[in-house]
């Protein structure tokens, strides 16, 4: 499982949950298993749910322990395939926001800088559109949408006009010919930061991962035991501010909700005030780490 993916922040997410050995529990990323497999071990006799929509990651799953159901299927549809199993409410969630070292390794699926292969970044091969239909199809002002809010692109004016240009003559179908496009206009000490943003921007669209974020954080509330913990890994800081305000305010405003006489109402009860970030030395055997904030909280 390793190979697939390295769990972050592992004994501490696992710890924010306060397994009940009889409790009811979902992993909403599955991938390599490694948080689930420390959550089955504290489990007596009570079940714990994975979710993952890459087919790649099934090869992980546990099929033959009686605790443990494996759902293939995007987390956005968390509440519709635990009904389908006939169960109503959970103890805890935790979801691992960050894409699988599986997915920067896999040279054929465009999720990395490193190897020239197709653009396509979908976490679901069954996903109508890649990333090169979005590059090659969308216009100006939805390009320079997602630029700006996926990655926080300021004026991503001269990224847009440099994809359009480009596709007017040739198609853009792999990554280095994406990145070809930008080698002349940023420079060497910019470029990773500037390649990882451009392609997290385009990742987060082909995967419309924001806004299954927030359809899975408002079923979680839903059915959430009181008591109930919900457990988040994000790596960006547009997944962390939604799960922030989440749990402070029970929904994506930032403000809380109030009731008739003015007083404030809230759905959590935070667990930890401020993220929980890597250790040094997590961080130096597991560089992918470095960007993760661990946030917690209970149903109240």
Do not use: W
Request: glycine share 4%.
């Amino acid at each position: 499982m390793s190979n697939f993916h390295t769990p972050v922040l592992l004994n501490e997410a696992i710890e924010g949950l306060n397994i009940c050995k009889n409790g009811t529990y979902v992993d909403a990323t599955f991938g390599g298993g490694g948080h689930s497999k420390l959550i089955i071990s504290k489990l007596l006799k009570g079940k714990l749910i994975g979710f993952d929509q890459d087919k790649a990651a099934l090869v992980n799953s546990f099929d033959d322990d009686n605790r443990f159901i494996m759902i293939n299927k995007n987390f956005k549809y968390l509440k519709e395939e635990l009904l389908n199993l006939n169960i109503h409410s959970i103890d805890g969630l935790i979801a691992d926001l960050g894409v699988s070292s599986h997915h920067f390794t896999d040279n054929q699926r465009g999720f990395s800088l490193k190897y020239d292969s197709k653009l396509d970044m979908r976490m679901d091969h069954d996903l109508e559109f890649d990333a090169a239909y979005i590059l090659n199809n969308y216009n100006a002002k939805n390009l320079s949408r997602i630029f700006r809010e996926h990655a926080d692109f300021h004026s991503p004016n001269f990224i847009v006009k440099s994809i359009i240009n480009h596709r007017e003559k040739k198609l853009i179908t792999t990554t280095f010919e994406l990145k070809e496009l930008f080698t002349a206009s940023v420079s060497n000490k910019h470029e990773n930061k500037f390649f990882a943003r451009l392609f997290q921007a385009i990742r987060i669209e082909v995967n419309d991962e924001l806004s299954a974020l927030k359809e899975l954080l408002n079923q979680a509330l839903e059915i959430l035991n009181p008591s109930g913990r919900l457990v988040v890994i994000s790596y960006h800081s547009l997944e962390d501010k939604i799960v922030k305000n989440f749990m402070k305010f029970g929904h994506f405003l930032n403000s809380p909700v109030k009731d008739f006489f003015g007083n404030p109402s809230f759905s959590f009860k935070l667990i930890n005030r401020k993220p929980i970030v890597p250790s040094y030395h997590e961080i130096k055997l597991n560089n992918r780490a470095r960007s993760a904030k661990l946030r917690v909280c209970e149903k109240l």
